[in-house]
């Protein structure tokens, strides 16, 4: 009987070797995938059932709303225990992920598996490297977002309103081409006894989906810096001619704002422009379904979107940038499934997929897709989306960028109120910027 049982179960241990090596008892992985709560986020699980047929790897996702989800995310890494194992950080949070450790390294396996020629550089910069510059990277492009303007197509292309606007000033009412056509348009349809204004703009004093997001387009149009470069000095260069010129239009526009717009962000916007109250607005492009939904906006048929607009520096010199977005999609350094995660990242970067989120009416960096004339008729604002790609420009990337974002929101803020003059403010960001990073040890 002994020999009996022990030759039975030898049978039975050579069996379950056998079965391993010939891949018959292959380990059920799941992977979760944090990112904020919104359709985005559900669109790619829900095409994230086509990796699992392929390689029989689940996912689930572990979505969080957007007030919560950055310090969901690093409390979590702040643990080194992630209940996650892929995620998609807001751009400017790399800095901070980066420098704790809490992103794996991908810079070898996207050289071996990715063509960098598919994207922008400025799309890979702000979605995987850092430090800016440095060729390392940690994260792949995820949802491409940017600023766009969304404005009353009713009012633009009434004959009255555009020879009225002609004998005004002097030229065609149309898409504004320049800040100073913005500038000029949102006076026009300011009529406060009639309840519309010219536009809205974010103006909330916050660090995220406030003032500085919207700010930074003008601002750079205009010729702005936000350092010197790798030095990063502030002074200077900040508070120079350029940085005043667009601090002051930016205060100036804020005359054609409704009343109480200066704790405007997201959904104050979005509502301005559905319910009329506005002739134009800015906002992130991923949020433009909410302004053509007819449960929700009473314009939904009379909206159109344009490109941020260029400017002219102080020496007259045309410049055009638009401010960048969105999320890259990162492995969490404690993930015990690395190599599963790379597959899913390979997964999610193959055209097929891009174009399968593109159709869904997603917006993707990849050339391959945006450059297909295909696009253009996927969403009213894929036209926007190719002219702002090679535009694209990021704010701060460091772990620093919260404390400076909401510095300068609140300075420009005090200076659309009227209490510090644009100039002023321009000149405190510029010394409280350097005093932030010169207490951290940058220079």
């Not at 702040?78 to 980066?98: K, M, N, Y």
């Not at 404690?334 to 190599?339: H, S």
Request: with cysteine.
């Amino acid at each position: 009987m002994k020999a009996k049982g022990f030759k039975l179960v030898s049978a039975g241990l050579l069996m379950l070797v056998a079965l391993t090596l010939f891949g018959y008892a292959k380990e059920d992985v799941t992977l979760t995938i944090m990112w904020a709560d919104w359709e985005p986020a559900h669109l790619l699980l829900k095409l994230a059932k086509d990796f699992t047929k392929e390689t029989e790897i689940k996912m689930r996702g572990n979505f969080v709303p957007w007030p919560q989800y950055h310090d969901k995310m690093f409390t979590e890494f702040a643990s080194h225990r992630t209940s996650f194992d892929l995620c998609l950080p807001d751009s400017q949070w790399i800095g901070e992920a980066v420098e704790g450790g809490h992103l794996l390294d991908l810079t070898d396996w996207i050289k071996e598996r990715v063509d960098l020629n598919n994207y922008p550089d400025m799309v890979m910069r702000s979605y995987g490297e850092y430090p800016d510059g440095s060729g390392r990277y940690y994260g792949v492009p995820g949802l491409l977002d940017f600023v766009l303007f969304a404005y009353r197509k009713d009012l633009f292309d009434d004959p009255k309103e555009k020879a009225a606007f002609k004998e005004k000033y002097g030229y065609e009412l149309g898409v504004p081409e320049t800040w100073e056509q913005i500038r000029d348009i949102a006076e026009f349809f300011t009529r406060p006894d009639k309840n519309l204004y010219g536009i809205a703009l974010w103006q909330a004093p916050l660090a995220t989906a406030g003032l500085v997001d919207e700010f930074l387009g003008l601002f750079w149009s205009k010729g702005g810096r936000l350092w010197s470069g790798r030095e990063k000095k502030v002074v200077g260069y900040l508070n120079d001619e350029a940085g005043y010129e667009a601090a002051k239009l930016w205060a100036e526009l804020y005359k054609y704002h409704p009343k109480g717009a200066a704790n405007y962000s997201v959904s104050e916007a979005l509502t301005a422009m559905q319910q009329g109250l506005v002739a134009m607005i800015a906002t992130y492009a991923a949020f433009y379904p909410a302004l053509l939904d007819p449960e929700k906006s009473l314009y939904h048929d009379k909206i159109g979107f344009f490109t941020s607009p260029a400017g002219t520096d102080p020496s007259g010199k045309k410049h055009h940038y638009v401010q960048l977005g969105g999320q890259g999609m990162s492995i969490s350094a404690y993930t015990p499934y690395k190599e599963e995660c790379k597959k899913f990242l390979e997964w999610w970067l193959r055209e097929e997929t891009q174009w399968k989120f593109a159709e869904a009416g997603q917006i993707t960096p990849d050339k391959r897709v945006v450059e297909n004339d295909r696009f253009l008729k996927l969403a009213p604002i894929n036209k926007v989306v190719r002219e702002s790609l090679p535009l694209l420009r990021d704010f701060w990337e460091i772990p620093e960028y919260n404390e400076m974002a909401e510095y300068m929101s609140r300075k420009l803020n005090q200076a659309c109120l009227g209490q510090i003059t644009p100039k002023e403010a321009m000149d405190d960001i510029a010394k409280k910027h350097e005093e932030i990073l010169r207490a951290r040890g940058y220079y």
